[in-house]
């Protein structure tokens, strides 16, 4: 069985980045994709972006282009999300998901625990 | 981007009585071409990651309970609970994923009264 095992929390101040990492176990790596969710405090869920593990495709959502980076390194099946030049409102839990599927159809499961990060000076 | 309205945002249930969420689209979710709806539903119990409940507008994930149904067309789509049990509680959320960026719904928080 598939499992997405992220790194822990971080703090960091306004303007730094930040690196989350998404280690997978169970599966065939490159068998996927993976999608970045968050989710800030009390609000809903955020999709983020994509990275085809295979391929190294990436699409991201329009709000992030040009401070996130999504890679993957399939020697340690971890699938990686930086995010740069940090704001308060970047405080959230951060999310990584298995895009896998039957070959018709591709949902996102399981979801890893989540990595809170938190931006305050 | 397509939007994503879920109704109600607030529902509390009753144990043993049956709930339904609706959750509409700005653009419609059938694919032309292969005749899919590029509609899922996940719940996120309390403090948990948000887990799989329906995927592709009406097929339910492994391990869901048949109490679990999805339904609709288009742009209207609707995730019903037969019997509600306390275990369902948490916050349901629609997904489209006919296109990217993938958006979900604001999310509908069910609780038991």
């Known amino acids: 069985q598939v499992q997405l095992v992220q790194s822990g929390a971080e703090v960091k101040k306004p303007g730094a980045s930040v690196k989350v990492s998404c280690k997978a176990s169970?599966?065939?790596?490159?068998?996927?994709?993976i999608s970045w969710v968050r989710q800030a405090p009390g609000q809903g869920l955020e999709w983020m972006g994509w990275?085809?593990?295979?391929?190294?495709?990436?699409k991201y959502a329009q709000k992030f282009q040009g401070r996130i980076t999504m890679t993957t390194d399939t020697s340690t099946s971890t699938a990686y999300m930086e995010l740069r030049s940090l704001t308060s409102d970047d405080t959230a839990v951060y999310y990584c998901?298995?895009?896998?599927?039957?070959?018709?159809?591709?949902?996102?499961?399981?979801w890893g625990q989540g990595t809170l990060v938190t931006v305050s000076s | 981007e397509i939007v994503m309205t879920q109704t109600p945002l607030s529902l509390p249930v009753t144990p043993g009585e049956p709930a339904s969420i609706s959750c509409r689209s700005s653009?419609?979710?059938?694919?032309?071409?292969?005749?899919?709806?590029?509609l899922d539903w996940y719940l996120q119990k309390p403090g948990q990651s948000p887990q799989l409940l329906i995927y592709?507008?009406?097929y339910r994930a492994s391990g869901v309970p048949d109490r679990f149904s999805g339904s609709g067309s288009g742009t209207d789509f609707t995730l019903k609970i037969s019997r509600v049990e306390a275990e369902d509680v948490g916050i349901y959320y629609c997904?489209?994923?006919?296109?990217?960026?993938?958006?979900f719904g604001q999310g509908t928080r069910v609780e038991i009264k």
């Open positions: 592709a507008l009406s």
């Open positions: 998901a298995r895009e896998g599927g039957s070959g018709w159809y591709f949902w996102f499961d399981p």
């Open positions: 990275i085809s593990v295979y391929e190294g495709n990436t």
């Open positions: 169970g599966d065939t790596f490159t068998s996927y994709g």
């Open positions: 653009q419609s979710l059938l694919h032309r071409d292969d005749g899919n709806t590029y």
């Open positions: 997904m489209q994923r006919i296109e990217f960026p993938r958006t």
